[in-house]
């Protein structure tokens, strides 16, 4: 015999993971407008996450830059394949810890967990310029990685969680051209830096670790206090 609470029960609602099945499930506050809240959030969200994963991926491949100006030369990386380990060893601990950086990220808000990880590149990419061997070149090279670890995810995460999909796809679009700047600048801004050559008794390697650091500082201040509602 059928129970007599089944009759009772209320039909489930289906819907196909669109916006407009039911609009009432993500309310436009009275005060604006879809498109004006939309613009608001690209502000607030898509230029920072641009800038952090630039200076971020600058900081990947700016060994290869800072080879040119003497870092092998300094460091003694010419043999042993000393600069291919070098290299190398920034991808262990990016591929390993992805996944603990993702749980971390879950526990803390985006904010405090992005802006972790780019203080902790960023001041390991200030030690990078104080090495004086090879084995502190792969100490950075290995916590650059597990600081970097987390930006790419996290930056992924938080533009799927402000978005719709029909709108994160041009997200991820733009953010993905921030790459492409710092492939299209890295080589002009490192042969600027490079001009310091010499300053103080420093070879001109040793000054984009420090210039660096500076755009980091700023960007993490600004950052931070644009996502304190995030």
Same mark, same amino acid.
């Given at each position: 015999?059928?129970?007599?609470?089944?009759? @009772?029960?209320?039909?489930?609602?289906?819907?196909? $993971? %669109?916006?407009?099945?039911?609009?009432?499930?993500?309310?436009?506050?009275?005060? %604006?407008?879809?498109?004006?809240?939309?613009? +608001?959030?690209?502000?607030?969200?898509?230029?920072?996450?641009?800038?952090?994963?630039?200076? !971020? *991926?600058?900081?990947?491949?700016?060994? !290869?830059?800072?080879?040119? *100006?003497?870092?092998?030369?300094?460091?003694?990386?010419?043999?042993?394949?000393?600069? $291919?380990?070098?290299?190398?060893?920034?991808?262990?601990? &990016?591929?390993?810890?992805?996944?603990?950086? $993702?749980?971390?990220? @879950?526990?803390? +808000?985006?904010?405090?967990?992005?802006?972790?990880?780019?203080?902790?590149?960023?001041?390991?990419?200030?030690?990078?310029?104080?090495? =004086? $061997? &090879?084995?502190?070149?792969?100490?950075?090279?290995?916590?650059?990685?597990?600081?970097? %670890?987390?930006? *790419?995810?996290? !930056?992924?995460?938080?533009?799927?969680?402000?978005?719709?999909?029909?709108?994160? =796809? +041009?997200? #991820?679009?733009?953010?993905?051209?921030?790459?492409?700047?710092?492939?299209? *600048?890295?080589?002009?801004?490192?042969?600027?830096?490079? +001009?310091?050559?010499?300053?103080?008794? #420093? =070879?001109?390697?040793? &000054?984009?670790?420090?210039?660096?650091?500076?755009? @980091?500082?700023?960007?993490?201040?600004?950052?931070?206090?644009?996502? @304190?509602?995030?």
């Amino acid at each position: 015999m059928p129970s007599p609470d089944v009759d @009772k029960t209320d039909p489930i609602p289906h819907y196909d $993971n %669109t916006y407009d099945d039911d609009p009432a499930l993500v309310p436009c506050p009275p005060n %604006t407008t879809e498109s004006k809240l939309v613009t +608001k959030i690209d502000l607030h969200v898509i230029p920072f996450l641009c800038i952090m994963y630039l200076l !971020a *991926f600058l900081d990947r491949v700016n060994i !290869a830059n800072a080879n040119v *100006f003497g870092l092998s030369e300094e460091l003694d990386l010419a043999r042993d394949n000393r600069y $291919n380990t070098a290299l190398v060893i920034f991808f262990v601990p &990016y591929i390993l810890f992805e996944i603990p950086s $993702n749980v971390l990220l @879950k526990k803390m +808000k985006p904010r405090v967990w992005l802006s972790i990880c780019m203080f902790g590149f960023g001041l390991v990419t200030m030690l990078q310029g104080f090495v =004086q $061997n &090879y084995s502190g070149l792969l100490a950075t090279r290995f916590f650059l990685g597990v600081f970097e %670890t987390g930006m *790419f995810p996290g !930056a992924f995460y938080l533009i799927g969680m402000w978005y719709r999909r029909h709108e994160a =796809q +041009k997200r #991820y679009s733009f953010f993905f051209s921030s790459t492409t700047l710092a492939g299209a *600048f890295g080589g002009l801004l490192a042969s600027a830096i490079g +001009k310091m050559d010499g300053m103080r008794g #420093y =070879q001109g390697w040793r &000054y984009f670790s420090t210039v660096h650091l500076c755009w @980091k500082s700023l960007t993490l201040a600004d950052g931070s206090s644009f996502w @304190k509602d995030s």
